[in-house]
């Protein structure tokens, strides 16, 4: 079985519109005479240190990191007022149930913050199909969504060329290829099937339903 690196923000969780919000509060706090923010390219892709820097390039490293906090503080706060949108992807109860059952190595690599690695589980009950403990997340010693999967395929135990990476931001795409990744499905709504391609996924996916578990089965997928 292909071992599986899986994103979690915007791909085992449809979440764009809480940290878009999330996000947009914190550029009109730190840019008070606007109402203007960026679209979600800006936000979506890119550690939070680097959003940060990108929005205020004066902001103290140690302020960027209170910044940071804040806006996951906020994002959380959102997500609490939704609970009818807080449920994994259509199909990704299904998937994680299937690897499990399978004993196909998967693990999550995620750019979020401990404290909101600590609140998905809390939410949605991960402990069912992963362990804390071993899942890659934003905790300052990576420079990239890159280092990240290359983290993640290392605790598996495999090479990036033989993992399958599960990605939904242009910026982790891409990085994927440049690391040569096995294997890489986007997941998105249709009109954004085509700049993920263009970015280097192999497939595009509306949700799990349409992952393909042959994908996981065939030593050479693509």
């Known amino acids: 079985m292909k071992p599986v690196l899986l994103d979690f923000n915007g791909t085992l969780f449809s979440d764009t519109c809480?940290?878009?919000?999330?996000?947009?509060?914190?550029?009109?706090?730190?840019?008070?005479?606007t109402n203007e923010v960026p679209d979600s390219?800006?936000?979506?892709?890119?550690?939070?240190?680097?959003?940060?820097?990108?929005i205020a390039p004066d902001m103290p490293r140690a302020e960027r990191e209170q910044c940071s906090v804040h806006k996951e503080a906020l994002y959380r706060s959102i997500c609490r007022k939704n609970?009818?949108?807080?449920?994994?992807?259509?199909?990704?109860?299904?998937?994680?149930?299937?690897?499990?059952?399978?004993?196909?190595?998967y693990i999550l690599a995620s750019a979020s913050i401990q404290a909101n690695i600590d609140f998905y589980f809390e939410t949605f009950h991960l402990e069912r199909w992963l362990n804390k403990e071993t899942c890659v997340y934003d905790d300052g010693t990576y420079d990239?969504?890159?280092e990240m999967h290359l983290e993640a395929?290392?605790?598996?135990?495999?090479?990036?060329?033989?993992c399958i990476v599960v990605e939904d931001s242009l910026n982790a795409i891409k990085y994927a290829r440049?690391?040569?990744?096995?294997?890489?499905?986007?997941?998105g709504?249709?009109?954004?099937?085509?700049?993920?391609?263009?970015?280097?996924?192999?497939?595009?996916?509306?949700?799990?339903?349409?992952?393909?578990y042959e994908w996981l089965r065939n030593r050479n997928p693509i």
């Open 18 to 33: 809480f940290h878009m919000e999330a996000w947009s509060e914190i550029y009109r706090e730190l840019h008070e005479n």
């Open 41 to 54: 390219s800006f936000f979506c892709g890119p550690r939070n240190d680097d959003i940060i820097h990108a």
């Open 83 to 105: 609970p009818d949108k807080l449920h994994l992807t259509k199909g990704a109860e299904e998937l994680l149930q299937y690897m499990k059952e399978h004993d196909c190595p």
């Open 144 to 146: 990239n969504k890159g």
């Open 153 to 162: 395929a290392r605790r598996l135990g495999a090479d990036i060329s033989e």
């Open 178 to 187: 440049n690391n040569k990744a096995g294997m890489i499905v986007a997941i």
């Open 189 to 212: 709504s249709e009109n954004t099937h085509s700049n993920l391609i263009q970015a280097g996924a192999d497939h595009c996916i509306n949700d799990f339903t349409e992952f393909d």
